[in-house]
């Protein structure tokens, strides 16, 4: 018998079911009670109220020692003058935050239509008018007596409100069956009474318990008032039992991300007074839905618009950044300009060669047909121009991207904003800046302060922002967008992310529900800290389903890459998209034995500081053996290449 049935049949043998109200009817989105005093400080910018009002409780309590409980109103005779008018803040605050228990409410309206006689018995300072105004604004109507601690100086927890109970009630304690989720004051003292009673964990505790990573995370960040609000929220969803990975996964860690940069992005366009904003795709794509959630009834304008940095290489011809930058993705950009245009013009057809090898030989066949390509480009560029005018013309705007060295959406935007008398401010999650990019005259602004990389995987965060849809490689005149052919890889993710976009949704929505226009802010590092949180620490539960997804690392995407990578890591894997990391190991505490650096493009290992053991290029695409090129890989749009010491090649692999 299920935990539901054996409710309900023990329902139908009662004649009063009594449930108890916070944690049990009703919860708060917070890991702890004394956090909502936390958020009320942030809210009304009101610097020590939260002490304030902790110690105002205390005091009170040491006040009347003569009874078992007190008044909210007893509570703020005791603190200090400056709060006494937050008395109605709170209980505003509590009446807002407080929605209905997803595990209890189907049990009370079981009950309700079962005919029962419903009452409520609390271990609780507020009134009992606020709280039953609260209980029937939050769905639970039907109750016949509210009893709480304050209005009789008497608790649950001493065993001394239950007699007050019955004695009302005036019916035998058999025919009471009461729930809660305090083991003392709500099965084993109501027990004692002759009641039936039933205790169930609180929905935090169970989150807690059910993930360990979490419950450890927390103990980490107990003082972050964001990180209580992420958890309790989460730990809502996971008592409703959402049963699709994909969906519950978008919940507990797009969501959080999303939702943070997202108000972050309100809070900086509303100080920046811009309200037409362009979301690019494709990290836009859920950050427009949540966006336009937490934004209802403002005055945003907003749209999802096709700028892909792919358009600023191929209308811009912006190669040699990328070439200085990153040869990675130097050889991908300079192989998307060559075959984007090689059938546009019949000297192009002729000449361009089947293979681009490396960066070099791209470099130089752009650079000496460069004319050519220009005026090609000048064409795109009237049709890209016809799209973005409507979107723009004559207004600053803000264009919202996530995570960029090089600004390419940006870089676009902006010259074909100045063709359309507008002018763009770009807004971003983090800008890791590169020594190699020159960013004056940049009109932008960040939500990461810091200029590194933050994140250990950053591919694993474009995996929950990036849209379903497939790599963008062209659009046309009218804005229509032409796809890239999905390979497998990219079916895979865009399966999964449909599921994941719908969780982001949901925790924007019950975000909403939770705080309506109460300020919540999560912070760059709160989010930061949860994702790799995440990234670091292998799951064999989520291993399976992590598994399945790859990245496109370069802007072709030729190249894929795993998530989560130091969950698979090995050495032509480990490197992942952040700034360098070195690990040092020594014997003794002092001989170096190991040294291991890690940086975006590479992983290298040496022995005693100076043999070079292992070295190991571009996720892989180049290997190292004491300091020996072991094997290099070639790739081409048609096939990858594998070659012995660089230059013996030892077979082919054609396709994706």
Known sequence: ?????????????????????????LVRPYVRPIDLFQHMEQHFSAPG???????????????????????LDEIYDEIVP????????????????????PRVKPVFDYARAAGKKIIVISDMYLDREFLADTLKAKGYDGISKIYVS????????????????????????????????????????????????????????????????????????????????????????????????????????????????????????????IRDVLFVARDGYTLKKVFDIITAGQDFNTSYVYASRVFD?????????????????????????????????????????????????????????????????????????AYIRPLVSGRRVGMVDTLSIHMSSQCLLEKFCAECDSSICGYYFAVPKSPKVDYTGKDYRTFQQSANWEFVDWDFCEFLITSPESPIQDITPDGTPIYKKQSLMEKSRSEAYRFVSDGAVMFAT??????????????????????????????????????????????????????????????????????????????FGFLPLLKIVVRPDRFVLTLLGCIPLFKSKYNGQQLYILGIPLYQIKQTPRKRLFMLFKFIPLFSIKGK
């Not at 105002?56 to 009874?67: F, I, P, T």
């Not at 100086?153 to 809660?180: Q, R, S, W, Y």
């Not at 000297?347 to 791209?362: F, K, N, S, V």
């Open 1 to 25: 018998m299920s935990f539901l049935d054996d409710v309900k049949a023990r329902i139908d043998r009662a004649k009063v079911v009594s449930f108890d109200i916070f944690d049990t009817l």
């Open 49 to 71: 109220f939260a002490t304030a009002r902790i110690q105002a409780e205390k005091a009170a309590r040491a006040h009347h020692r003569n009874v078992e409980e007190i008044t």
């Open 82 to 101: 400056a709060y006494h008018d937050f008395k109605q803040h709170e209980k505003d605050f509590e009446h807002q935050v407080l929605i209905p228990n």
């Open 150 to 273: 304050s209005e009789y100086k008497k608790m649950k927890m001493t065993g001394n409100l239950f007699p007050i109970v019955l004695d009302d009630l005036d019916c035998a304690p058999t025919d009471v069956f009461h729930m809660g989720d305090n083991y003392e004051s709500d099965y084993a003292i109501p027990f004692s009474y002759g009641m039936d009673a039933c205790f169930f964990y609180k929905n935090i505790e169970m989150f807690f318990h059910n993930d360990p990573r979490v419950d450890a995370f927390y103990q980490a960040h107990k003082s972050s008032l964001g990180i209580s609000i992420m958890l309790g929220v989460m730990s809502y969803i996971y008592a409703t039992g959402c049963d699709n990975y994909w969906r519950m996964f978008g919940f507990k860690y797009a969501g959080p991300l999303i939702y943070a940069y997202t108000t972050w992005l309100k809070n900086q366009l509303t100080a920046d007074d």
């Open 313 to 385: 290489v191929l209308f811009n011809l912006n190669y040699e950044q990328k070439v200085r930058v990153d040869p990675l993705e130097g050889i991908a950009t300079l192989r998307k300009i060559i075959n984007y245009y090689r059938s546009m013009d019949d000297t192009l057809a002729a000449q361009t060669p089947d293979e681009i090898p490396d960066c070099e030989t791209g470099l130089n066949f752009v650079n000496k047909h460069i004319d050519i390509y220009r005026q090609l480009a000048a064409r795109r560029r009237e049709d890209y121009t």
């Open 510 to 587: 019950l975000m909403r529900e939770f705080f309506g226009d109460i300020t919540v802010n999560i912070s760059a590092r709160d989010v930061t800290e949860w994702i790799n949180n995440f990234c670091l620490i292998a799951s064999e539960s989520d291993r399976p389903q992590i598994s399945l997804i790859k990245h496109g690392y370069d802007s072709n995407h030729d190249t894929y890459v795993p998530i989560c990578k130091p969950w698979f890591a090995t050495p032509g894997t480990f490197g992942t998209r952040r700034s360098t990391s070195v690990y040092k190991y020594k014997l």
